[in-house]
């Protein structure tokens, strides 16, 4: 056998670059890097060496940089992937929430955190966390509850049987998703003479599962016994590529269509069968399809409570059936599982049900939904002094948006609104990161998404709130070069938690920041701020003078914030759906007490 000697670290990203999608590209697109103790010398050297063959790019954080890539893998559905690797320590831990975000959202990232030495020869070192009673835990430990495959490499040959596996789990649709590999430093520089043959080209081909002949029996029947079933179109439809054939399947069968966050986009808003967002941030034209449904027919979905209304959408026990590539996500609410891809699963189905046909819906629930909606959206009349709504931001935004446009956010008000109100066109023209609605996912999201299809114009919605949180890799967009148009509502404070305290009875405290400890009002400049990292940033005063800001984002280079205030209060009141959210069962406030009996009452409901 013909061997090559190399250092782990070497070994590992030659191997890495050698892995293709079946399209032939590089199944990893590039690797983000923050260097430190644990990685600088291994690591950074080997990266160094390859940088003609695997990109390397610097953020300013652990955690957002892994945001960006699993931004760039959610926006190609998980055809491609990138690989993020830290420091031992607070670099690593910084990475732990992405990898919980990548979990709770099923996306592939390959996370390569430094760790302690396997010899153990200098312990502690500096940044090493000590287990009194384990010699074996390292920080990176946080990781195996948030990772789908998690390995610690202590000795280099480990290599040959972790890569593949790491491989095998990014690029299976069913166990999808972050893997970690926490590398020992000192292990990383060790050499070793590896076989030739395990750096040849690997061709990584996305499986496709065929279901069981018997369960897909039983779902045609359990079809065509119902007379009003709707479609949940989940995350999965889009990863499956199977946008075309559920818009066939639905029209062929007159079937209802409703989308869940990551589902949206799935089918045109305005197709005939597509009734709209559902759940909590639902629509009402969608709402009330399944309210009346007899079958839900899940199709890549995980079912999570804003999807099902904390299951109170479906009180009336329909029948649930799940086409899902995941038995877990397949089983849950003692669904009816139909194990396949959902491209295949649908299409199967729609052979078996031959010239089967549902009850088409009542397009006036579409009209009346749309007329709510379009209502609050509009532009405010010239004379209204009100301060603008985060529906009339969204409406202007809608209005500015062309065919290849992504509007993309993850926490605060706007998920609920865009999830009611933005009208996607295409598929992959709405990314929403709501698994984990994670608050400081947008702007490094943003960036993720331009990398992944440079000839989209990518529009990052978020609050004051999100942007505090994290926004520094608004700088590494100036520097990369990478054009996305920043929209930031500032409401002075966390605007939907707000509401939803004061909704369940509580006093207005501590979301708001003229409702938090302070002894100085705020007086945060997002412009000046933004500049600051060499973004263009406009302030617009109006609604108008934020529709004359994007138009100018068009011919920006970089990235463009436009900052505009609005008001805290309102939100769509038209559709929706309840949410279980837990009031306090005693308490000295009457406002909790009213609110506790409304909480009771929709429990016994759902139940
Ligand atoms: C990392 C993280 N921390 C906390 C939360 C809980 N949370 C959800 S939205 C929100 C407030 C968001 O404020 P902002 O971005 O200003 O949006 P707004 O609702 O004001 O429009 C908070 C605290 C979260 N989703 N993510
Ligand atoms: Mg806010």
């Known amino acids: 056998m013909?061997?090559?000697?190399?250092?782990?670290?070497?070994?590992?990203?030659?191997?890495?670059?050698?892995?293709?999608?079946?399209?032939?590209?590089?199944?990893?697109?590039?690797?983000?890097?923050?260097?430190?103790?644990?990685?600088?010398?291994?690591?950074?050297?080997?990266?160094?060496?390859?940088?003609?063959?695997?990109?390397?790019?610097?953020?300013?954080?652990?955690?957002?940089?892994?945001?960006?890539?699993?931004?760039?893998?959610?926006?190609?559905?998980?055809?491609?992937?990138?690989?993020?690797?830290?420091?031992?320590?607070?670099?690593?831990?910084?990475?732990?929430?992405?990898?919980?975000?990548?979990?709770?959202?099923?996306?592939?990232?390959?996370l390569i955190p430094g760790d302690v030495f396997a010899n153990r020869g200098p312990d502690p070192v500096l940044q090493q966390v000590e287990d009194f009673g384990d010699g074996t835990v390292s920080a990176n430990d946080c990781f195996r509850p948030v990772s789908r495959?998690?390995?610690?490499?202590?000795?280099?040959?480990?290599?040959?049987?972790?890569l593949p596996r790491a491989f095998r789990v990014m690029t299976d649709p069913a166990d999808?998703?972050?893997?970690?590999?926490?590398?020992?430093?000192?292990?990383?520089?060790?050499?070793?003479?590896?076989?030739?043959?395990?750096?040849?080209?690997?061709?990584?081909?996305?499986?496709?599962?065929?279901?069981?002949?018997a369960e897909l029996a039983d779902a045609i029947e359990t079809i065509r016994a119902a007379s009003r079933p709707v479609i949940v179109a989940g995350g999965g439809v889009h990863y499956a590529g199977a946008c075309a054939t559920l818009k066939a399947f639905a029209e062929k069968h007159a079937i209802p269509v409703v989308e869940t966050q990551a589902g949206k986009s799935a089918l045109p808003w305005d197709h005939p069968f597509n009734l709209g967002p559902v759940g909590v941030t639902g629509s009402a034209s969608a709402n009330?399809?399944?309210?009346?449904?007899?079958?839900?027919?899940?199709?890549?979905?995980?079912?999570?409570?804003?999807?099902?209304?904390?299951?109170?959408?479906?009180?009336?026990?329909?029948?649930?059936?799940?086409?899902?590539?995941?038995?877990?996500?397949?089983?849950?609410?003692?669904?009816?599982?139909?194990?396949?891809?959902?491209?295949?699963?649908?299409?199967?189905?729609?052979?078996?049900?031959?010239?089967?046909?549902?009850?088409?819906?009542?397009?006036?629930?579409?009209?009346?939904?749309?007329?709510?909606?379009?209502?609050?959206?509009a532009a405010p009349t010239v004379d209204d002094n009100a301060l603008p709504t985060d529906m009339q931001v969204i409406g202007a935004v809608q209005r500015a948006a062309r065919e290849n446009t992504v509007v993309m956010c993850a926490a605060g008000t706007m998920p609920g609104e865009l999830h009611k109100l933005w009208k996607a066109g295409r598929p992959g023209s709405y990314h929403m990161e709501y698994g984990y609605s994670c608050m400081g996912y947008e702007i490094a999201g943003g960036l993720g998404i331009k990398m992944a299809e440079p000839d989209r114009d990518v529009v990052v919605m978020l609050g004051d709130g999100s942007y505090m949180m994290m926004n520094s890799e608004l700088a590494t967009a100036v520097s990369m070069g990478i054009k996305i148009t920043v929209v930031i509502t500032d409401n002075r404070g966390f605007g939907?938690?707000?509401?939803?305290?004061?909704?369940?009875?509580?006093?207005?405290?501590?979301?708001?920041?003229?409702?938090?400890?302070?002894?100085?009002?705020?007086?945060?400049?997002?412009v000046a701020h933004a500049a600051s990292m060499g973004a263009e940033a406009r302030k617009a005063g109006s609604i108008a003078e934020l529709e004359a800001a994007l138009a100018e984002a068009r011919s920006a280079k970089g990235p463009f914030v436009v900052v505009i205030d609005t008001d805290p209060y309102p939100s769509t009141e038209a559709g929706g759906y309840w949410w279980d959210v837990a009031v306090p069962e005693v308490s000295e406030r009457r406002e909790v007490n009213t609110a506790r009996r409304a909480y009771e009452k929709a429990l016994k409901e759902r139940h």
């Open 2 to 110: 013909k061997t090559i000697r190399l250092t782990a670290a070497q070994a590992a990203i030659r191997y890495i670059a050698a892995q293709k999608n079946e399209e032939g590209e590089p199944f990893i697109a590039g690797m983000w890097a923050i260097f430190g103790h644990g990685n600088v010398a291994g690591l950074g050297e080997a990266l160094y060496a390859a940088r003609e063959t695997l990109t390397t790019y610097r953020g300013h954080n652990e955690q957002s940089m892994a945001h960006a890539a699993i931004a760039y893998t959610k926006q190609l559905g998980r055809r491609r992937a990138m690989a993020v690797t830290s420091s031992i320590g607070p670099g690593a831990t910084n990475m732990v929430t992405a990898a919980a975000l990548a979990h709770v959202n099923r996306l592939p990232v390959l």
């Open 149 to 162: 495959y998690f390995d610690r490499i202590t000795r280099p040959e480990q290599l040959l049987t972790a």
């Open 176 to 213: 999808c998703g972050p893997v970690t590999l926490a590398f020992c430093q000192d292990v990383q520089a060790e050499a070793y003479d590896w076989p030739e043959n395990f750096f040849d080209e690997r061709i990584w081909r996305r499986r496709r599962p065929q279901p069981d002949e």
């Open 288 to 377: 009330a399809v399944c309210e009346e449904a007899d079958l839900v027919i899940g199709v890549g979905t995980r079912f999570q409570d804003f999807t099902t209304g904390s299951w109170a959408l479906f009180r009336k026990r329909p029948g649930i059936l799940a086409l899902n590539v995941q038995p877990h996500d397949g089983s849950k609410h003692d669904a009816q599982a139909l194990i396949a891809d959902a491209d295949v699963g649908l299409g199967l189905l729609s052979e078996g049900l031959g010239g089967w046909k549902a009850q088409a819906p009542d397009p006036g629930l579409k009209e009346t939904w749309f007329k709510a909606a379009d209502a609050v959206t």
């Open 496 to 526: 939907c938690i707000n509401r939803l305290q004061m909704g369940t009875g509580g006093a207005e405290f501590n979301n708001l920041l003229d409702h938090a400890h302070h002894v100085n009002p705020s007086r945060i400049d997002f």
